[in-house]
């Protein structure tokens, strides 16, 4: 009799699990199943901003690969819209709930992963159940908002988060031609950033015609036949036509908390380095998952599809008789709002404070190609460091095509612990068309040698 | 009296450590005397295809800073079209010889720095001063080849040399509607590539209409009145209006060699971390200095911009009382012909096989963007890594738009001796314009690790 996996939540998370040990393990040895509570697997969140705006024709384009084909070429059970909403560790059984006639049924595994992901946060409002209000965490979501926009042709759209998705799907209404409202309650539009970097970041929002108020939260919706009308929040009432609630998410651990699985003090599941948690025979990995920070030292909860799939394929390859571990995050993300390119890596100053630093930073402005190449675009480059040692402990950049994807290098840096001196002298590429002859992190680096020095 | 500095060439290497060292020393504490044989400082080479192609529309844009700026704002003496002959040990003098009326004048020195770079490789063939016939190493080549456009608008030009100059002066030249063909001796175009690579490019650069003939050889140039009318080669004669030469530069040692600096095994000047030669108070930095290379562990004669501007900038800051090393190289490189993108870093396979490594590689195809994204290139990725601990060795990227200045992060891995198991959770950045959720260089690390793994 083969052993029984059972995995809940087909996104990246678990199917990357899934397919990691079923390349290891054939049918005969492990049993997979997967249990999905929505309509599709394993597909490109990240996606539906893209989708929404128009980018992307079709829903299917984001889907990495469907249940047809895990069954077919992977022999993975995958039971689409069943919904696990108990784990019983005594019986060693989950139960899962059909979304189609609610049915009810048990299902016994000698294995279990945990890949629940995240629950969007929403506000707990008045009128929150009104039509035109969206979150945008799941396929179907993205869906949903593009039916709207084709039958409703709403006219403004009033944002909620000014984050990732609040940018991206900024981006996207835009493109569809409404007028766009970011509203958050923080000081700042992308908040992972530092206030300076923040205060570009702003000015380029308002520059792309979108209104941006900060510093003031949603207190009601107003709706009218069920359909919103406004956002109410602490400084004004903002008419709308649709609301886009971008909050983030908080990591789904009802079930997992429920069972006795341990919590971490981030508030999501604790797993060890093989993505263990402290049941033996359960595992768990996404953004469910506390990951191990590796500049702050310390347990956090941060959703990201990259961390998500890497901790599913540690996982998968532990379940499939391999040795993996996972070796922490430091927060690398890039998002991108109309011509405007943002990403970061580590700590800002905040968060280098908080985590006991003595910290200085340098920033500096330069450009994405040789300043006389066609094309030569600003790019803004900030590097937040020990004091003393110089140690690199994160960094942001802000700029326009060809910026972004640079924080990889600086990614790269701080996974191996470098100071700022050790990175002047990196040996990165040179094209007039790629760089100027001093790459901006460079350039960067030798500004915050400067601060080391005095 | 202030101690006197003199710096032989005034290009990337020398000014910048003539900058550094003013910096750090102000007139009255430090005479800077700079040396330059030819009409400009501080110019970017790198961009002399693209003022050839038209894309850069004068000269002056290339131009860092002008003498005047040197003169004027630090207070550098800079003595133009003056090039030094002699170095005289014993006299600390440099004798200099004025390329106007001939006048050799002798300069003493406390401390000598030896910028004096490269000197391109020309073939010792009949009919070589031919007119017609370009070098393209420096800004005074680069105004001789546009001249000559304009006037004599060729259609057709050979260009000897398939590296990164020939690829990018071929650029260039199809811009301005000419044919072209490329003649290398190498058995492939861009043999710092591995034959995998290098007939991809090859590929890609028939595809783009040029001819490229390689293990072929120039034996001779054909003329008519003094121009160029054709290159013999050893397997045919290609007619032709204008010749370039990429064949590379060689260290430019002689007077170096001549008053008995040593020279390294690679045949460039050798130096210690700090940029001292052998003699003290005679310091060399740039192209005519071995530079250490990393990962194969031994001296090495590379000429790149990148190593020369940092160079200098040590030499500078030691010159100026501070204390700084220069910790060798890796030799990424990176170049652009029409739309192909080419980078590289680290030993390919036939240098990891000469610097003694086992080693194995893992090539993958992917995309720069999400696939379902607008826009979204192919982008090749190749590593090279040790057997046994899967130590990344180099890398080697082919690619459309986006794909090339990847190399970046390769090279922070490698000059930090990950291995490419260490490398597959990196925490890189993803957003659906940027980048799979698995970047393309996760992906060539996770097969690498299944080549290592067995």
């Known amino acids: ?230 956002v109410v929040t602490s400084e004004r009432t903002l008419p709308t036509d649709m609301v886009v609630l971008g909050l983030g998410t908080a990591p789904n651990t009802e079930i997992a908390t429920a069972a006795g699985v341990r919590i971490g003090p981030s508030g999501a599941i604790g797993v060890d380095p093989h993505m263990r948690t402290d049941v033996a025979g359960v595992w768990a990995a996404g953004d469910c998952v506390e990951k191990f920070h590796r500049v702050a030292r310390k347990g956090v909860s941060i959703a990201l599809g990259t961390h998500a799939n890497k901790e599913g394929r540690i996982a998968g390859i532990n379940l499939g008789g391999g040795d993996a571990t996972f070796p922490g995050v430091l927060g690398t993300a890039t998002s991108k709002v109309c011509g405007l390119e943002l990403s970061r890596t580590g700590l800002n100053e905040s968060e280098a404070a908080d985590a006991g630093f003595e910290f200085g930073s340098a920033t500096i402005d330069s450009t994405t190609r040789a300043g006389y190449y066609p094309g030569a675009a600003d790019i803004k480059t900030k590097l937040v460091f020990e004091r003393g040692s110089g140690r690199l402990l994160g960094g942001q950049i802000i700029g326009q095509e060809g910026a972004a994807k640079r924080i990889d290098v600086i990614a790269a840096a701080l996974w191996n612990e470098m100071s700022v001196g050790e990175m002047v002298n990196l040996d990165l590429s040179y094209a007039p068309p790629f760089s100027p002859v001093w790459d901006p992190i460079l350039i960067a680096a030798r500004k915050a040698v400067q601060v080391v020095e005095g």
């Open 1 to 230: 009799v083969p052993e029984r996996l059972v995995v809940v939540g087909g996104d990246a998370a678990g199917m990357s699990a899934a397919s990691q040990a079923r390349r290891r393990r054939g049918p005969d040895d492990l049993e997979i199943i997967a249990f999905e509570r929505g309509d599709y697997t394993s597909y490109s969140a990240c996606g539906i901003p893209y989708l929404i705006g128009g980018v992307v024709e079709e829903a299917e384009r984001l889907i990495v690969r469907t249940p047809q084909v895990f069954r077919e070429c992977q022999s993975i059970d995958v039971r689409m819209r069943q919904e696990v909403i108990e784990i019983d560790l005594d019986r060693r059984a989950v139960k899962a709930r059909s979304a189609d006639d609610g049915d009810e049924t048990w299902q016994g595994f000698d294995e279990l992963l945990i890949a629940t992901g995240g629950i969007p946060r929403r506000p707990r409002l008045g009128n929150s159940d009104a039509r035109g209000i969206f979150g945008v965490q799941t396929l179907n979501d993205g869906v949903a908002v593009g039916a709207f926009l084709d039958q409703r042709v709403p006219n403004r759209a009033v944002i909620l988060g000014a984050g990732y998705i609040g940018l991206e799907m900024a981006e996207a209404l835009i493109s569809k031609g409404l007028q766009v409202t970011l509203v958050d309650q923080r000081s700042q539009p992308m908040s992972t950033f530092d206030p300076d970097m923040g205060a570009v970041i702003r000015q380029a929002l308002t520059g792309m015609g979108i209104q941006v108020h900060t510093e003031e939260s949603a207190v009601a919706f107003e709706q009218s036949d069920g359909l919103v009308t406004a």
